[in-house]
């Protein structure tokens, strides 16, 4: 490099920097442009429905139609998506520079935000608005309610669900498992013959375990255990037995301690094996040719006479931050718009366009021609159940827990630790972190 | 010597060591100060002095972390920097179509560890996989096994894309080294009749010393601070087996939120990676 | 830098070897071009890989992972470039990775120059403030970082994430320049001083040039950390406008769900861009190191 490239790059940069300035203030317009008013309101907002999120192509224009219906309110709109807004969002409240508007998920990883004052309690917004009378179903507000307060709007469900692939039942003769001893028949006749009795990862493992040992349990008794007042016994003790026998007979596939839940579902899809338990997120994934085989059916009880279980809830949360609630104008357009993204509308276009339950609203509704008809199967599985409870994954634990439960629930698994060690180290963790929300 | 103002010279460093001061060594100095707290980012600090030091010096998983980034050091040692000499040694002898070879070379390189993470997890994939696939078609099925998960393979196999992607950095270090060495040498060791052994440990090794120390202590900070093939292929499961101090940190410090607990970590490893540094230069000096 | 040779001459060369040497030296060169070839063959079939991925869809990757694809349809890269917006993140990540490679090269050079080539106090202390920033895991420096932009109103902006990429790879820079202008002989330089050069010429007519080598692969390193940056480029940017490649190339993948096609090629669009330059950047550089060391 001679004397002119050098003198060249130090020419260079300044010209570099300012281009960059310009994009900057090119991608500010770009945020305020379509808005018809000078003075308008301008809120912040983030949030993770972006990309191949399944719920993405609904929510996304969700925000923008509503920018574009109100003429007074300006959305700057941030993205981050699936589990990295959990770092955005902690980055800019703890800069003071919470956005105004935000997704995230209930109690178990917003709890410090409610504690600290970061995203105020609006239980006065909620009691004083008459919209949302009914609006959502029964213990929608569970995850978000905190020592008496209520943070947020639910927008989103989750609800788990056992598929089973007719035609291979039929095929290797073995009956569609009601119970556990059934349950663990067909995974042994399976596996005998070569095929992978479960298209499942360490997720759908866990939350086998969670829905043996739920089914012996209502929501109330659920919650006692994760607040720590009644501690775990017999009841987890023997569907931790049961986990870990499935995994020793070989029920789960190779590598399932790894496997993402797209390659899981694959060997759904490819007609490699007959079952399947997981969160209804991944229901938009399933092979459409596969459709008419697949049934959605009660998960097996762990023993008669127990009632079906359905572990559902609400994950995702539409919140305010506590400087756009103290702003009167802005906490005006800020429930606007969260009243919007939570409403029934909202979630039928969910259901019909990104072909994943939201159960969130009271009142359900949608056209059946429309969707995939193994969400209808999900629907009605749902609707039926005679026990619906919460997952302790999403919902209960707090999230020092929830870091302790993954890895405990693989251990077992993986036959390290026994039933009784995991139901004890169980116990441990939730006396160290008991659940707190419900104190007053 | 004509001596100079030497104050000239505090231009050239004066501006960098602004811009280093303010945009990197203030906020490394927040790092330090927030490893003496205990924080989850939102809620207020609470100092504890040095409870996440001592907490680290009791904490299994962070012993086995470390054990596996050392492993991942030997691996640079043995394996990643070899080859990469190799490469740049038989590139700089103008092997035949040595200018497609150097580019895909470098692919690895400029792939991003998303790519190359993914390709590995269809390689090693119990069932899908091309590794127990072609074990099978060539009628070693009883070697096949679970590659991520099984505890005696597990901390090998997410070693490995690290190890690949890197060597065409190697490389291109070397390579760069190589074109100092001055043709005189060579041509006199030529002379000599030296054999390609003895030109490439008694000339050419030695000639390129200060690029093969940077090779080291590039090779050895990668090893500590990578963590997104961990995270990627495994997240340090199952059960913390496949844990490296990089992505213990940032599991600790990010997706747990014990942030002073993961700075501490940092801070532990900066110290560590400092050491072995310092060794590097030493026993590359001394020879 | 002293450059001894460490050999003996004439030793462990005896005549008799000759006879053998015809075979020894046929397997030596089988193995060599085993290596050279056998490397070649997979880091090439990585890139083939990836581009036959591009084509199919995810039932067709899990049934055949290492097959060739059903049908060559463009489809993944036209999604990818419309919906996923590729087109924008590109162009953001080429202004990116540009404008830091030249901020820090200049930084980092200039500083290597005084702390190489001359003594003064402080200097150990200087190096080693460097060196501490080549080992620090830098995933400790995204909280500081993130205040630090917001602090100067330059979150999510392209300027703030040059800033934090120039001081990101500002050390390693300073550390391996140093270390390679350490090793230029000083003969040169004092006989330019002599000539009544100042430390601008000597900089500019003599260390740069001798550097080039190292230089060149100087900025190829920040290219890569920069280019394939994504942590701090999440935290930093979330406005869709200023979003890089790796953030493009993340939406693709889902906690639930990942259309390996699509990321597929999205991998392709970023790496031929990093390959053309690469390839235009080499001829330079190997020019210039032929060119460099004989001329000074």
Request: with cysteine; glycine share 6%.
């Amino acid at each position: 490099m001679g004397k002119k490239s050098l003198l060249y790059s130090l020419l260079i940069i300044p010209v570099l920097l300012v281009s960059a300035c310009q994009q900057e203030e090119a991608a500010e317009e770009g945020k305020t442009d379509g808005n018809e008013q000078e003075d308008a309101l301008t809120l912040d907002v983030l949030h993770s429905f972006t990309g191949e999120q399944p719920q993405a192509p609904v929510i996304e224009p969700a925000f923008e139609t509503f920018d574009e219906e109100h003429s007074d309110i300006n959305l700057q709109i941030e993205t981050a998506g699936g589990n990295d807004i959990e770092q955005v969002l902690r980055t800019q409240v703890s800069a003071d520079d919470a956005p105004d508007v935000f997704t995230h998920w209930g109690m178990r990883r917003s709890e410090s935000y409610f504690q600290n004052g970061d995203i105020p309690d609006i239980s006065e917004l909620i009691e004083s608005d008459s919209e949302l009378e009914g609006m959502f179903r029964e213990g929608s507000y569970t995850p978000v309610t905190y020592q008496g307060g209520v943070f947020g709007l639910p927008i989103l469900s989750y609800s788990y669900h056992f598929i089973v692939n007719t035609e291979m039942f039929e095929e290797y003769e073995v009956s569609v498992p009601t119970n556990y001893d059934e349950l663990k028949e067909a995974v042994t006749t399976f596996q005998e013959n070569g095929v992978i009795p479960f298209a499942a990862n360490n997720h759908s493992a866990r939350y086998m375990l969670l829905n043996l040992f739920s089914q012996h349990k209502t929501q109330e008794e659920m919650i006692e255990h994760a607040t720590g007042e009644e501690p775990f016994g017999d009841a987890l003790y023997t569907a931790a037995e049961r986990v870990q026998e499935l995994a020793e007979l070989g029920a789960f596939p190779d590598g399932y301690m790894s496997m993402e839940s797209a390659q899981a579902v694959q060997l759904l899809n490819a007609g490699q094996s007959p079952m399947y338990y997981q969160m209804d997120w991944t229901l938009g994934h399933l092979d459409e040719n596969q459709m008419e085989k697949l049934d959605i059916i009660p998960f097996p009880l762990a023993s008669d006479g127990l009632p079906q279980t359905t572990i559902s809830g609400n994950g995702q949360f539409i919140y305010m931050s506590n400087e756009a609630y103290e702003d009167p104008d802005k906490r005006e357009a800020a429930w606007e718009l969260m009243k919007k993204i939570a409403s029934p509308e909202i979630g039928r276009q969910i259901i019909e366009e990104a072909s994943v339950l939201d159960l969130s609203n009271s009142e359900v509704e949608f056209d059946e021609s429309n969707v995939n008809p193994i969400l209808v199967e999900a629907f009605e599985d749902q609707q039926s159940a005679e026990n619906i409870v919460p997952s302790y994954d999403e919902e209960l634990f707090a999230s020092e827990v929830e870091n302790e439960y993954w890895p405990l629930v693989d251990s077992l698994l993986l036959g390290d630790i026994t039933p009784q060690e995991f139901v004890d180290e169980m116990n441990n963790i939730i006396q160290e972190y008991p659940n707190v929300q419900f104190d007053e | 010597m004509v001596q100079q103002n030497r104050w000239t010279l505090s231009l050239f460093a004066i501006p960098t060591l602004l811009f280093y001061l303010y945009f990197f060594i203030s906020p490394l100095t927040n790092t330090l100060f927030d490893s003496f707290v205990e924080w989850d980012g939102i809620s207020d600090k609470v100092f504890i002095f040095l409870n996440n030091y001592m907490e680290i010096l009791q904490d299994p998983v962070f012993y086995s972390a470390l054990l596996n980034s050392f492993y991942w050091v030997a691996l640079v040692i043995t394996v990643q920097i070899p080859i990469g000499f190799f490469l740049a040694y038989f590139l700089y002898q103008k092997v035949k179509g040595f200018r497609i070879l150097r580019t895909v070379y470098f692919i690895p390189v400029v792939t991003s560890s998303v790519a190359i993470a993914l390709i590995f997890s269809f390689i090693y994939d119990p069932i899908f996989g091309l590794l127990n696939n072609t074990l099978n078609i060539i009628g070693l099925g009883h070697l096949t096994t679970d590659w991520l998960a099984n505890p005696v393979t597990a901390v090998t196999a997410v070693a490995l894309p690290f190890v690949w992607n890197f060597i065409g950095l190697m490389m291109i270090i070397l390579y760069s080294g190589l074109q100092t060495v001055p043709d005189e040498l060579i041509e006199a060791g030529e002379m000599d009749g030296v054999n390609a052994r003895q030109k490439i440990v008694h000339i050419i090794l030695p000639s390129i010393k200060p690029v093969l120390t940077i090779c080291l202590v590039l090779g050895v900070t990668y090893a500590f601070k990578q963590f997104d093939y961990v995270l990627l292929l495994t997240n340090g499961g199952p059960v913390h087996l496949t844990e490296v101090s990089g992505s213990y940190m940032y599991n600790q410090g990010f997706s747990e939120n014990n942030y002073g607990y993961g700075n501490a970590i940092a801070i532990t490893m900066m110290v560590i990676v400092v050491g072995l540094a310092f060794i590097i230069n030493k026993v590359l000096k001394e020879d | 830098m002293e450059t001894k040779p460490g050999y003996e001459p004439g030793s462990n060369t005896p005549v008799y070897v000759e006879e053998k040497k015809s075979l020894k030296h046929h397997v030596a060169k089988f193995l060599k071009y085993t290596f050279i070839w056998g490397f070649f063959a997979l880091n090439f079939g990585l890139f083939l890989w990836i581009l036959m991925t591009s084509f199919k869809e995810n039932s067709e990757i899990f049934a055949n992972p290492f097959g060739l694809p059903e049908s060559y349809n463009f489809e993944n890269f036209y999604k990818v470039l419309t919906e996923g917006n590729m087109g924008l993140y590109l162009l953001n990540s080429l202004i990116v990775t540009m404008a830091t490679i030249f901020l820090c090269m200049s930084l980092a050079a200039t500083i290597s120059f005084v702390i190489s080539r001359f003594k003064f106090k402080g200097k150990q202390f200087m190096y080693l403030l460097f060196v501490i920033g080549v080992t620090i895991p830098l995933q400790s420096l995204i909280f500081p970082m993130f205040f630090r932009m917001h602090q100067i109103g330059l979150r999510d902006t392209l300027l703030g994430i040059i800033i934090v990429y120039t001081a990101l790879n500002l050390p390693k820079t300073v550390f391996l320049l140093v270390g390679f202008m350490k090793g230029i002989p000083r003969e040169m330089e004092e006989a330019a001083f002599i000539d009544g050069c100042n430390y601008w010429q000597i900089f500019s007519k003599i260390i740069m040039p001798m550097s080039k080598p190292m230089l060149a692969t100087a900025g190829i390193l920040i290219f890569l950390s920069t280019w394939n940056e994504y942590i701090f480029a999440t935290v930093l940017l979330s406005s869709d406008a200023v979003q890089t490649l790796p953030l493009g190339l993340a939406n693709f993948q889902t906690d639930h769900v990942s259309q390996y096609g699509l990321v597929s090629a999205g991998i392709i669009i970023s790496i031929i861009p990093i390959l053309i330059v690469y390839i235009i950047f080499q001829e330079q550089v190997v020019k210039g190191m032929t060119s460099g060391s004989v001329k000074g």
